[in-house]
């Protein structure tokens, strides 16, 4: 790759040795890729931020980067933690990841990041800016921001993003490069979008067919909340590998579906109709029988706008006694739900807000036999595609509806 002068000097040492092995990863990252160059970066969403990630390894080479003189030079925020700040040991998160997680996070802080703890970074300050070259992790991050946002952005790891963070560099190639941004296959979206869950399995059904192509969707409605186009590209990013997708006159790059192509043809055309739902939904429905325990809702981490929908529908009623009720959430977005009285109207009726973390990023096998978890019940198409194989759980999967139902009722209808 060609360097810069000042790349060069921090691949020499000249810049401490914290500095050198994040120059020689970013190199070797690039070489392996063909990338011609770095570009530079100033925003840095790191997925390595969870010690169920990192585990004893991982917080160590954090650590010694610190003790070395690392310094981010980037804004960088953090992916959700193992662990629940304020409640881990009754949510039944094991002490020993609380006292790693504890490391782990220091050592980010202290090189500077803002310790969000959240897969929602854009809704915590961090927002991208159309055009903006990145270094993020967290796969339904990197869909919304190269999708919605028009950024561009790989999906690093953790050893690239601290890499990033530390340089203000990335190899381009990927989704930095215009030529990799163009549709590869057209999906005609033929039934009625209504809410998140309808979006999350749109996104289910895609990502299964593009594995790592880009898909251009029509018929998706002109107005989708952001929660839809968050669901939407969770999904993707979980039952496939996709990093972007378009939507014809919503997506800041497919204002036409020729724009949205490059000026070329789709390689395939297919359509999702009622029986392509029917069919996605009932693929995600990996529970037989009616059994409810374990409740989930907030993967990608809750807005302040689900937490108020999930209050809503608690409002004078209360969850079922053999039901366990997570709404998951950022921090930032705890706050302000508790400002508006969102969180004690859900924890009145039984539910739990459990911020900085999720399932899938604290130690749900461990959780789940600990607790006597047998399903797991969601309205997220993310969660419902993983929980079986990460957790061993079958879902129950549907929209807000019918999981706050169950919630109240104790049982799947």
Known sequence: MLLTEEETQMLNGNKGPAVKKAMEILVALGESFGAARLVPVNNVHMAGSSVLVAEEAGTRFVEDIRKQGGTFVTRVTTNPTAVDPTQWKDIGIPESDAVLQTRLTDAYADMGANTCNTCIPYLTGNSPRFGEHMAWGESSAVVYANSVCGARTNREGGPSGLASALTGRTPEYGFHLKENRYGKFLIKVEVPLSDMTDYGTLGYFAGKIAGQDTPVFTGIPTTPTLEELKALSAALAASGAVSMFHAVGVTPEAPTLEEAFGGGEPEKVLVFGQAEKEQAEAALNKEPTDHVDWILVGCPNASVQEIREVAEALEGKTVHKDITLWVTTAGAMYAMAERMGYIKTIED???????????????????????G?????????????????????PTHYGNLQRVMNAAVAGVWR
């Open 373 to 393: 978890y047998r399903t797991l019940t969601t309205n997220s198409a993310k969660m419902a595609f993983y929980a079986p194989g990460q957790f061993g759980l």
């Open 349 to 371: 009726a039984g539910g739990v807000v459990v911020r900085e973390t999720c399932p899938f990023l604290a130690r749900s096998r461990v959780i789940a036999p600990a607790k």
